[in-house]
């Protein structure tokens, strides 16, 4: 895939769960996703898109930075207000095939979701 088709899908996902159509933003996901996050894990496509959704709805407010793309691969830099953790920024690497995110990397500070108890794999928000 080229990097304008990658940079398409990467971000129709954005902006599909910024919008809370987390429907539509799994929808994009490949069924054999994998994802390396600081915290938690996420062993299936579903895990991971029930904690898109759990976490995504408390993001008071998300904006973009910085995105880029080269082949079949994105990045996306953005700053999340998450209730009631304040400012998160987020990069997130994406690797695209078949028209699909098929892994994403995501790091950011964790601090704040280890504050709020949201590390685990018992947390009520599904913030995983």
């Known amino acids: 895939m080229d990097s304008h088709g990658t940079a398409a899908i990467v971000r129709a996902y954005y902006d599909s769960w910024t ?11 490949d069924g054999r996703l994998t994802v390396e996050v600081p915290v938690n894990d996420y062993p ?4 991971f898109g029930a904690a898109l959704k759990a976490f995504g709805s408390m993001a008071a407010s998300v904006r973009l ?7 079949n691969e994105a990045m996306l830099l953005y700053d999340m207000d ?4 304040g400012t998160l920024r987020v ?11 098929t892994r994403i990397r995501q790091i950011h500070d964790t601090a704040a979701i280890r504050a ?7 947390d009520p928000a599904g913030a995983r």
Not at 65 to 71: D, K, P, R, V
């Open 19 to 29: 919008s809370r159509d987390f429907a539509r933003a799994v929808a994009l996901l």
């Open 116 to 122: 709020a108890g949201l590390a685990g794999h018992d």
């Open 91 to 101: 990069a997130e690497h994406f690797t695209v095939a078949g028209g699909r995110i």
């Open 44 to 47: 299936t496509a579903e895990s």
């Open 82 to 85: 998450v209730v009631p953790l």
């Open 65 to 71: 930075l910085a995105e880029m793309s080269a082949g």
